[in-house]
């Protein structure tokens, strides 16, 4: 079974940073895509960044030049260095990573439990 475990949340005054970390372990051959998303109070989950296995990136127009995601293969480990943060950036982050099993070789997904960000003064 595979799991992601994220750390790095808190509390950051506005214009602070925060680094989230997002470890994958268990039975995996490989993992591909590997993305952030968050969900505000009372607002729907969205994508704020992607990763691709190979290093390409792609990031909501709400985090550009403030957000960066970034990746350690060797660790099976995704990270989001989010600067000048603002109080709309407060949600529950989350990670998700898109792998091939390694006993069967199946394309499947796994999410992390969530971590809190609230950016306030």
Excluded: H
């Amino acid at each position: 079974q595979v799991q992601l475990v994220e750390s790095g949340g808190g509390l950051v005054q506005p214009g602070g940073s925060l680094r989230l970390s997002c470890a994958a372990s268990g039975s995996i051959f490989s993992i591909n895509d590997m993305a952030w998303y968050r969900q505000a109070p009372g607002k729907e989950r969205e994508l704020v960044a992607t990763i691709t296995s190979g290093g390409s990136t792609n990031y909501a127009d709400s985090v550009k030049g403030r957000f960066t995601i970034s990746r350690n293969n060797a660790k099976n480990t995704v990270y989001l260095q989010m600067n000048s943060l603002k109080p709309e950036d407060t949600a529950v982050y989350y990670c998700k990573a898109e792998y091939l099993d390694a006993l069967y070789r199946r394309r499947l997904e796994v999410w992390g439990q969530g971590t809190l960000v609230t950016v306030s003064s």
